[in-house]
């Protein structure tokens, strides 16, 4: 007997399911039949989607994330420039 194969869904389709069981135009079971998806995996996508929908309106996290890739890239390049430092000191060192 073979083992079932898990199917990798992409993000995309999830998030269609998930706003397909959102709206609540069909049940769980029809739009399980329809997208070939377990039941269960519907409700989680759903859940999820309901859970992180609050992060997408949140305009404090969206400057905060700006902000923390600006600082991050200014970290990234001033890490580039201490180890560019180190080895020219190193060769000069005689080490």
């Given amino acids: 007997m073979m083992a079932s194969m898990r199917t990798k ?3 995309e389709f999830k998030a269609k399911v998930a706003l397909a069981a959102l709206r609540g135009e069909q049940t769980v079971n029809e739009l399980a039949a329809q997208f070939s998806v ?3 995996q519907i409700t989680s996508w ?3 989607a309901q859970d992180h ?3 997408v309106f949140d305009s404090k996290k969206s400057h905060s994330s700006k902000a923390d890739e600006k600082l ?3 970290l990234y ?3 580039g420039q201490l180890k560019v430092e180190l080895d020219w000191l190193k060769k000069k060192s005689g080490l």
């Fill in 53 to 55: 929908l609050v992060a």
């Fill in 46 to 48: 759903k859940r999820l």
């Fill in 9 to 11: 869904r992409s993000p």
């Fill in 77 to 79: 390049r001033q890490i």
């Fill in 72 to 74: 991050k890239e200014e």
């Fill in 38 to 40: 377990h039941p269960n």
